[in-house]
Every structure is written in structure tokens, then in C-alpha cells.
């Protein structure tokens, strides 16, 4: 920063500025966002704080690397179209991630400032550069396209950025959503109040216009298998997200009123469950709601039930506050809230009313012992502690595992012992051309995380696209299509033909909690007794189009796509 | 409350075949092209509607469309069968759940009750076109609930079941299947329908040792196994009926827990139904 007008003295005597949230009495009553970002005035104060340092650590803290001196200058300059200029370069979604990224652990935790005082709010002025640039930024330009065809299978985080990045370098992308709205996670998990949903609109909309294309409804696994969109793309980008609830693994979680984090938050989210009965699917209330976990999954659940009326919302977690892996500032936020923090304790058992309807749920206190492989003290059972926490509703935000849904439908896709898919340094799978990141390559982890994984994998694909087109067809996708990519029709001819030569899209046996280790490579596809034609009267599976190539009939991904580079 | 532009899936016939039954064709070519027995799809037919799962009771592949039977039992099911032709379903994901288990050998006989019928049929199909003898035992309370004897008469032996006894015989259709099995007949059944009406099945044949599979239908949401909302416990295990499912082994289906986890929302069901019709739907 030349001509610094500011000392460095003078820039320590500047307090952190306080992000202004809603009141807290308000804000429980609905679902409107909590924090109201930082007013440009305030964003401009809190930007000179900055030591403009030259060795950045807080950028060696982002798991993205923005260049986070420089926006910040440039926000202190006041140029906030300069500043968002430099947050997008590094960042698709910065209005998402300053308002969900856990910054004391990343960016603000190795900010200078924090060593002494409070470090910089990162976070909130990212957010502030984000939203401001949105009703602002210029359409961004189309790039020529490279005539390479990448599939991106999920639409949350990771998938998104990956999308981005991979059409600002002119491929033609499709993303393969399940749901019936993009945004993964972003949509069904994380609740309207901590990020409206209009931001993750925007941002898909912003894709989209950089030529994107979405498709919803698609459920990859099912609808198509991982080989049939090798056999219409280039290259494909799994990013699944982690999948399959976990519940408490207690005696009576078949009452009534026992949810999933994962169903109680998209019954709210995805399905406006709040707006019950203007919108149509119900979500059971509760006077009194106790959510077991002690995650950003369990704070939006245990904030969710505050909003949808309880009386009492409880947050039960077995380990001490200190321990929780939720943000600081939600856990802050759930407080003012008036969420009541049972700390310490397990449960035991969901107990039941003779008509099967939750009542409560039976706890034992726990106390922390040595330190476990995750380095927090472990907690340890104190006999003889039971009680009842009554209750109508109990929600399990203990985490998830594995979904098999895709990674069944491909048998030679090499997964770890937990039934992820398994990358190596490049974010690729066994399978060349196939890519893979966020919850499905890491487990439960974090929006951040995600997209970091994304923007790698956008980068590896580039590169290796752009090798595979030096070295010839080989590596390339074998059908020909418009700049515009696959059309939907291309691969329903694909399929259609794939499954007529092997009409089973065999499963193998969903990974089973707990069971042994997985080993997908050497896992042969299971041969199924199939109708020899389709069950339906008079009606032959669809031919392919007679400019494709004729299907495969492969028992398993295609072994000649995986040509060596 | 509906979108300007018609978005989706394009309802091709709504045929009535009983009260408050209806068959929808609808527009769905990628699920068409791949869909298989037992497989299902979730529906919601526009902003602010239900996720539903329904069964692909038939499919088109040639033409690009799925047949979709449906029983107005609920606000969001009674919307769906008021489509007329030409209008649109916002959204049809699938297909879902794991195909049907072809157990080889033997011949089988195919249960469906009410609205199970719908299950049952593409399952039949599946089993005729892979050689194996199929007898289908269809049951309603009366005559006007009898639906697809014909198209199930396509694939085998039809035996009709009525509760009063206005169309074929008498009685419940585990009367019916008692004499198909003491007939010795079948090495597996396959049961759709009420859950009284599986359990019972269930119950008969355990003894006999005789393999049934039963499709089960609980509440669910998402339909890839994301929310766990349709979890049953199968053998004292914890399974989704979207991937793990929806056909189980009936002997180890705990159908008392199935049974009250299906009345978790009848409150709330009475509320939307009641709502229904009042003009701002």
C-alpha cells in the first residue's frame, strides 16, 4: 500500500466493528436473516484495521485463497467494484461464504490482529463486498467455448464452484441435480435465517448466465449411472455431498417425532414446512424440541424449532461448549435466542407415550476425560446420572455418512473404508476423467471446504482436458456435440441403448453402518436376473440415434476410457 | 400460484379406474428410456406442493412416458388426480429404489391390495417376461375398487378378491392366497397393499417358509436417502426404503412400527384436506 495515509498505531487503535444483527426477540419468531451486514460506513472503518501485512497468513488460512490484503485495500480505498473484482476472482460465492464459513478457524484465526485483540472481520467484509456487488456486477462475459464437455453431478457448494470455474474457461457444464432446486446444502440444510435462500438464487443465476446448464431432478446413480455420463462427457465432477443421516442408535427412534437433522431442516428449508399449510408439507412442532449434536447442523436444527414456535428448544451435546464445532458467532446468536445448552450429556433412550409419540429423552451426564484423536477431551459416561429431558421432538444432528446411491451404480469406483470415494492429490478418482470432492471425498466437513475442492477440481480437469486434447482424441469424449454440450435427448439415447445391451444397473449392497471395509475395485458387479425385454406391452427400449456410437455392453465403468495420459 | 410458463412434465390422460383412482400418463422420456419394476418416482407438482412418492406402474419408452396410478387419499394426491391433460407436474425425479427382486425359480404369485394392484403390476410384468409362471390375486372392498385385472390378466392367472363379495370371490385376498399356496403353486410372494394386509400375507406364508417380498411405502421426502424420513426397521436393523428399498423380505418387517410411523401427520393431513377446495390453491 503506498502512501499509506494511516500509521500502524493508528490502525491498532481501531476497534473490531460489530456486525449489527436483528433483535434477538424478533429474530426468534421468524425466519428472516440474523445478521444485517455491515453498513459501508462501518465496512470502510473496520477495512483500515488491516495491517496490509506482507506475508499474508490470513490467506494461507482460506481454504480458497483469496487475496484477502488486497480486497480489503481496496475496500478501505472505497473502491468496492475493485474489491468484489478480486474476491470473484478467487472466490464464486462470496456472499455465501461470509456468511457461513467458520472464519475463526480459517482466514481470522491466523489474522496478526487476533494475536493481541480481535482479528479482522474477514468474514463480514467479504460479505459486505459480495452484497454490494450483487445488484451491481456486470453479466460476466461468455467465454469462447473450448468445445470440452464436463459433467457436475450436485449442485451445492462444490459442485457450483467447480461449475463456475469450469465455464470461465469455456466448457460447456451440466449440473445434475436430485432435488427440485439447486443448491444442495445451501437449500435444504442451511436455514432462510442464516442464509437466505435469494443468495444462493443469485449466485446459480450467475452461472447460468455464464452458460451453465442445470438440471433438476436428475438423480445420478438412478436416472443415469456415473459410466453413461463418461460416455457423453469429457470429464465429471462428483461432488454427491455426504448423504445418509445418522441417527442416535437409542432404543425408541421409531417414535413419532424423532427426526434427522437432514429431514427436519428440508421439511423447513427445502419444503417450507414453516409456511404449513400455505405450503403443503407439514413438520411436527413440538412444545419442547431437543436436538442431540453440537455442530452448525444442530444450531440451525435446535434455532429452526426456536422459530418454529417451541416453547423450549434444547440443545444437547456431550461434550462442554468449548468443544462445539459450530461457529462461534451462531453459537453466540443460539444464546441470545434463549436455546437452553444441556451440556454433557448422551442420550440413553427416546422415550415413548403408549401411542408411540415421543415424550422425552433420557440422558446420562458425561465428564471429559483424556483427549481423543480429534484432540478434545473425550467424554466419558458418569454412572448412574440418568434423567429425562421431556420433550415432543427430538432431532439427530450427529452427522452422516456415505450415500451409495451413485457410487453403487459405478462398482469399479474405488472408495475409502467409509464408502467415500477415494482422490488422489489431483482430486481425481481411479477412474480417469472422473473427479470427485466435498462431503462425499472428505465426510461431514464444511461449505468451504467444498468449494475449495470444486475450484481444484476445475483446475485439474483444465488440465487435464487440455492434456488429453494435445495427445489427441484419446482421452476426449467420443461423441461429438453443438458448443452447447450433451442435450438431455443425447443421453437418453446413450442410456437407453446402454441398458437394453445390460438392462441391469446392478446395485451392490448399500454400504451397511458399520460394516467391514468396502473394497469397490475388487467388488464384481452382481449379475441380476433381468426380463429379457421390457416388462411394459410392445414396446422395444429406445435405438440410439444412428450417429452414435454403438453402447457398450461392459459389465462396470469402461475400461477403454481409461487411457493413460 | 402457478408459474406463467408450463415447466415440467406434461400429463398426457388421467383415466379414472375406480373412485377417487386415476391413471396418469405423463411426459418423463429419461426415466422412460430406464426405469424398471418396483421403481418409483418422486413427484411434486408445483411450488409450495409435496414431494409424494408413486410407483411406475408402467412405462414407455418409445414414447417418452410413465404411467402413474394414483389414489386421492390427500390434498396433495387429490390435486395430482385433478390434472387434466395438458397441464404440467412441476417436477419427476426418479427412477428410485432398487428394481424388484426376480427370485429365480419357481412360479409366484402376486398380491395387491387396493391401490397395490399398481405395484404389483409392473412386477408381474417383470416376472413374465422372465419366464416365470405369475398368478395375481387382486383385492378391494367392493367391484367399483377392482382396478387392472385386464392388464394383469396380460401375464397370468387373475384371482379378484371383494370384501362384500360384488366381483370374484368373496372375502380377503389372504383367503385367496391360502389356497394358491395350498395348491402349492408358489416358491414367492410378492405383496402390495395395506399394512394389515402385508402383515397378514406375511403371516401366512412364515410358516410355510414360503419367500415373500413385500414394497413398502412410509413417508418420505427426499427419495435418495438424504433425510432418513422413511427409515423401517427390517430383521432389527434400521433401512431407508428409498435406496435400501422399497421391497423388503416381509418375514422381517417390523409392520407395527411402519404402521404408526404412516399416521405421524394425520392432523396435519386433515388440516390441509380440510383447506382443500377453499379457493386459494
Known sequence: MNGDPLSKRQRLAIGRQPMPVRDPALRAGDFGEVALGLPEHLALLEARRCLACKVATCVAGCPVAVDIPRFVGLVEAGDIAGAARVLLADNALPGITGRVCPQEHQCEAACVLGRKGAPLAIGHLERFVADWAAGRADAPPVPPPTGGTVAVVGSGPGGLTAAGELASRGYAVTVYEALHTPGGVLIYGIPEFRLPKEIVAREVARLTGLGVRIECNVVVGRTYSLDELRAVFDAVFVSVGAGLPLFLGVPGEGYKGVYSANEYLTRVNLMQAYDFPDADTPVLRGGRVVVVGGGNVALDAVRTARRLGADEAILAYRRSRAEMPARVEEIGHADEEGIRFEMLVSPVAVEGDADRWVRGLRCIRMELGEPDASGRRRPVPIAGSEFVIPCDVVVAAIGTRANPLLTSSCPDLALTPEGSIAVDGRGMTNLAGVFAGGDIVRGSATVILAMGDGKRAAAEIDAYLSGAAAQGPAGTGSLQFTVNGPQPDDLIAVVAGNRAATPALTDRPAVAPGSAAQDAASRPRTPAAVPSRPPTQGHAGRRPEPSLPAPQPSTGCRPDRDVPL | ?281
Request: aromatic share 2%; glycine share 14%; hydrophobic share 45%.
Open chain 2, 1 to 281: 400460484m402457478e408459474t406463467q410458463t408450463p415447466v415440467g412434465h406434461e400429463v398426457l390422460g388421467n383415466v379414472v379406474l375406480a373412485p377417487a383412482v386415476h391413471r396418469l400418463e405423463v411426459r418423463a422420456p429419461r426415466i422412460a428410456a430406464v426405469r424398471r419394476a418396483a421403481q418409483f418416482v418422486i413427484v411434486r407438482r408445483g411450488p409450495g406442493a409435496e414431494r409424494i412418492p408413486l410407483t411406475v406402474a408402467a412405462a414407455d419408452a418409445a414414447g417418452g412416458t410413465i404411467t402413474l396410478i394414483v389414489q386421492a387419499v390427500g390434498k396433495s394426491t387429490a390435486e395430482l388426480t385433478a390434472l387434466a391433460p395438458g397441464q404440467m407436474i412441476h417436477d419427476v425425479a426418479g427412477p428410485l429404489g432398487r428394481p424388484t427382486e426376480l427370485v429365480p425359480g419357481g412360479d409366484a404369485v402376486v398380491v395387491g391390495g387396493g391401490i397395490g394392484a399398481a405395484v404389483v403390476l409392473p412386477i408381474a410384468a417383470a416376472l413374465h417376461a422372465g419366464g416365470t409362471a405369475v398368478t395375481s390375486i387382486v383385492g378391494a372392498r367392493s367391484q367399483p375398487w377392482v382396478i387392472l385385472e385386464e392388464e394383469l390378466a396380460a401375464f397370468g392367472r387373475v384371482v379378484v378378491c371383494t370384501d362384500d363379495g360384488t366381483r370374484g370371490r368373496p372375502g380377503l385376498v389372504t383367503a385367496a392366497l391360502a389356497d394358491e399356496l395350498a395348491a402349492g403353486a408358489a416358491a414367492t410372494v410378492y405383496a402390495v397393499g395395506p399394512v394389515p394386509m402385508m402383515r397378514a400375507v406375511a403371516e401366512l406364508t412364515r410358516p410355510l417358509g414360503v419367500r415373500t417380498i413385500v414394497s413398502l411405502n412410509p413417508i418420505m421426502v427426499d427419495g435418495t436417502g438424504m433425510c432418513g424420513g422413511c427409515r423401517v426397521t427390517v430383521g432389527g436393523e434400521m433401512r431407508f426404503a428409498c435406496v435400501d428399498g422399497p421391497e423388503f423380505d416381509g418375514h422381517a418387517v417390523d409392520f407395527d412400527e411402519l404402521a404408526d410411523r404412516l399416521t405421524a401427520y394425520r392432523a396435519d393431513e386433515a388440516l390441509a384436506r380440510s383447506r382443500l377446495g377453499g379457493g386459494d390453491s
